[in-house]
Structures are given as structure tokens and as C-alpha cells.
């Protein structure tokens, strides 16, 4: 098979980037440090049918989205996070599901030496297959063991790398003594690009419930808040009517003012024993088989102040 010359080579990446660049609305930005060409090919097989990868040199990326961007200038956006050793996966569907392919495809890693490490790395308390020529090791890394049937048995758990620290020699030897690899590589989301908005991988975390909790919240600050100086509006609007309703009620109550909704509270006032039977407890009247005394006649409820309800608001103006 003969080999492209590097022309054609940029030719065809140039037109397959800007056919994926028309093609996908959304785009992951992902970071490919420390990930080998079989660990890809096994990303791209786990995407296949959902997403596209594609990788490639910064240059090129750069120069084939600024020829895009007088078709789309939402692509701009993308020219920031091209730096590194970075690529795209392109994807019409959901952008949850296709992060949670690109994040459960890693690889453990034993430690490097000069390698920054990516998580924090404890030594659990064990009792190791190590001889004890090894304590002076130990000791220059301030590990406390001790000997147990010949070999070294840490004590405690050591907290040996902190994240975004780098990995040192004596760091490294000691992980690849103990058979420990506490690291996994994979392709690392920066970024993400949906329809012209570019946001972090954290906003995916965000569900619907989150939404309309915070949205509910938003609405009941509104609310007291309008309330509070007496500015009506679609939030404070139902906290308004309702106390100017509980008003004509304490004024009908009091008066020869009659409306619809108030003629049940007119009729309890006038005759309170048609609503005792609703009102009684059923249990006791039929255990002890004595007939049910008659409820004392209620008071007439006074109107209420709804001040606080109305925020100071008089509904006949």
C-alpha cells in the first residue's frame, strides 16, 4: 500500500474536521495524556454507533476551525481549549451518556517518576513480602514499620502523593515494589460544546429535580419579596387574591353581603349542628351507645387581619 503524502494527508483531515464540524452539534473537548493507541482503539469501539473521535494536531484544528467560523462563529468558541494533547468526540446524542462511555473506559498505571499525579495515593497498613534489607528504605520516606516473620509490615496508612503533586523516584519504586498501580488513565473531558454554548463537564451533573427546585426556590423569594413592598406580579398575585378573599369572607360574616363562595360559611354561622355530625369524632358516639351531646353553638368568626397576607395592599384600592 503506498502512503499519502502529507498534502493529501492535511487535505483529507481538513474535509473530514469540517464535515464532523457541519454534522454534530455537540462536541467533547478530551485530554489524551497517557493514553495509548490500544486503550483508544477500545474507546472507539465502546463509542462506535454513538460518537466519533477524532484526533489530530493542534494546528491543524485551529486552522480548519477558523475557516468554519464564517459559516458558524458559535465554532470560535472551540479555539481556547485547543491546546495539549487534545481531540474531539463528536455525538448527536445525549451528552450524559456519551460522558459516561468516555470516563468508564481507564486503564490502571503504575507510577512514574516525574509523572503528576491525578489522585491522592495512600499505602493501607499492610504486612508486605518485602525483606527486612528494605527498612532503611522505608525510613528515608518516614514510613514506620516493623518485622513481622521476616518481613516489613507497615504500620499505619501513609498518605504518600498528594494530587497535582509530582511522583518522585523514591515514591515510584516503593509503589512498584508493593505491586500497587493507583493510577488509571483515560481520556479526560475539558470541555463541552452543545449548539453554540461552551460549558465545563460538571454542568452535566446538574438533572431536572435540581432545576425545579431551584426554580420553585427562586419563585417563593419572589413572592415575599413582592409581598414585602407591595409590588403585584405573577408570583405575588395568588398570595393577593387569597387574602383579599379571606376579607370578603370576614365581611360577609359580619354583614348582609352575600356572594357564592360565601353562602357555606354563612349557613354554618346561622346553624352550627348541620356540619357537628362532619365535625364529631364517629368512634365514640357508637361505642358507649349514648346519643351524641349537642355542639356548643361557635363563636362567629371574627375577620381575620390579613395584613401580612395582603402586604398592606387594600383589593378595593
Same mark, same amino acid.
Given at each position: 500500500?503506498?502512503?499519502?503524502?502529507?498534502?493529501?494527508?492535511?487535505?483529507?483531515?481538513?474535509?473530514?474536521?469540517?464535515?464532523?464540524?457541519?454534522?454534530?452539534?455537540?462536541?467533547?473537548?478530551?485530554?489524551?495524556?497517557?493514553?495509548?493507541?490500544?486503550?483508544?482503539?477500545?474507546?472507539?469501539?465502546?463509542?462506535?454507533?454513538?460518537?466519533?473521535?477524532?484526533? #489530530?494536531?493542534?494546528?491543524?484544528?485551529?486552522?480548519?476551525?477558523?475557516?468554519?467560523?464564517?459559516?458558524?462563529?458559535?465554532?470560535?468558541?472551540?479555539?481556547?481549549?485547543?491546546?495539549?494533547?487534545?481531540?474531539?468526540?463528536?455525538?448527536?446524542?445525549?451528552?450524559?451518556?456519551?460522558?459516561?462511555?468516555?470516563?468508564?473506559?481507564?486503564?490502571?498505571?503504575?507510577?512514574?517518576?516525574?509523572?503528576?499525579?491525578?489522585?491522592?495515593?495512600?499505602?493501607?497498613?499492610?504486612?508486605?513480602?518485602?525483606?527486612?534489607?528494605?527498612?532503611?528504605?522505608?525510613?528515608?520516606?518516614?514510613?514506620?514499620?516493623?518485622?513481622?516473620?521476616?518481613?516489613?509490615?507497615?504500620?499505619?496508612?501513609?498518605?504518600?502523593?498528594?494530587?497535582?503533586?509530582?511522583?518522585?523516584?523514591?515514591?515510584?519504586?516503593?509503589?512498584?515494589?508493593?505491586?500497587?498501580?493507583?493510577?488509571?488513565?483515560?481520556?479526560?473531558?475539558?470541555?463541552?460544546?452543545?449548539?453554540?454554548?461552551?460549558?465545563?463537564?460538571?454542568?452535566?451533573?446538574?438533572?431536572?429535580?435540581?432545576?425545579?427546585?431551584?426554580?420553585?426556590?427562586?419563585?417563593?423569594?419572589?413572592?415575599?419579596?413582592?409581598?414585602?413592598?407591595?409590588?403585584?406580579?405573577?408570583?405575588?398575585?395568588?398570595?393577593?387574591?387569597?387574602?383579599?378573599?379571606?376579607?370578603?369572607? #370576614?365581611?360577609?360574616?359580619?354583614?348582609?353581603?352575600?356572594?357564592?363562595?360565601?353562602?357555606?360559611?354563612?349557613?354554618?354561622?346561622?346553624?352550627?349542628?348541620?356540619?357537628?355530625?362532619?365535625?364529631?369524632?364517629?368512634?365514640?358516639?357508637?361505642?358507649?351507645?349514648?346519643?351524641?351531646?349537642?355542639?356548643?353553638?361557635?363563636?362567629?368568626?371574627?375577620?381575620?387581619?390579613?395584613?401580612?397576607?395582603?402586604?398592606?395592599?387594600?383589593?378595593?384600592?
Amino acid at each position: 500500500m503506498v502512503k499519502e503524502d502529507r498534502s493529501t494527508w492535511k487535505a483529507k483531515y481538513t474535509m473530514r474536521l469540517t464535515q464532523y464540524l457541519d454534522e454534530y452539534p455537540k462536541v467533547f473537548i478530551v485530554g489524551a495524556d497517557n493514553v495509548g493507541s490500544r486503550q483508544m482503539q477500545k474507546i472507539r469501539v465502546s463509542l462506535r454507533g454513538h460518537a466519533v473521535i477524532l484526533m #489530530g494536531k493542534n494546528t491543524m484544528m485551529r486552522k480548519t476551525i477558523r475557516g468554519q467560523t464564517s459559516k458558524n462563529s458559535n465554532l470560535e468558541k472551540l479555539l481556547p481549549h485547543v491546546y495539549e494533547n487534545i481531540g474531539f468526540v463528536f455525538t448527536k446524542e445525549d451528552l450524559s451518556t456519551i460522558r459516561d462511555k468516555i470516563l468508564e473506559n481507564k486503564v490502571a498505571a503504575p507510577a512514574r517518576a516525574g509523572a503528576i499525579a491525578p489522585v491522592d495515593v495512600t499505602i493501607p497498613a499492610q504486612v508486605t513480602n518485602l525483606g527486612p534489607e528494605k527498612t532503611s528504605f522505608f525510613q528515608a520516606l518516614q514510613i514506620p514499620t516493623k518485622i513481622t516473620r521476616g518481613t516489613i509490615e507497615i504500620i499505619n496508612d501513609v498518605h504518600l502523593i498528594k494530587i497535582g503533586e509530582k511522583v518522585g523516584p523514591s515514591e515510584a519504586t516503593l509503589l512498584n515494589m508493593l505491586n500497587i498501580s493507583p493510577f488509571s488513565y483515560g481520556l479526560i473531558i475539558r470541555q463541552v460544546y452543545d449548539s453554540g454554548s461552551c460549558f465545563e463537564p460538571t454542568i452535566l451533573d446538574i438533572k431536572p429535580a435540581d432545576l425545579r427546585a431551584k426554580f420553585s426556590q427562586g419563585v417563593q423569594r419572589l413572592a415575599a419579596f413582592s409581598l414585602g413592598i407591595n409590588y403585584p406580579n405573577q408570583a405575588s398575585a395568588p398570595h393577593l387574591i387569597l387574602g383579599g378573599f379571606k376579607r370578603l369572607l #370576614g365581611l360577609a360574616a359580619n354583614s348582609d353581603v352575600e356572594f357564592e363562595q360565601a353562602k357555606t360559611l354563612k349557613e354554618y354561622l346561622k346553624d352550627p349542628s348541620k356540619f357537628a355530625a362532619a365535625a364529631a369524632p364517629t368512634s365514640a358516639p357508637a361505642a358507649s351507645g349514648k346519643p351524641a351531646a349537642a355542639a356548643p353553638a361557635a363563636k362567629p368568626a371574627e375577620p381575620e387581619s390579613d395584613d401580612e397576607d395582603m402586604g398592606g395592599l387594600d383589593i378595593f384600592g
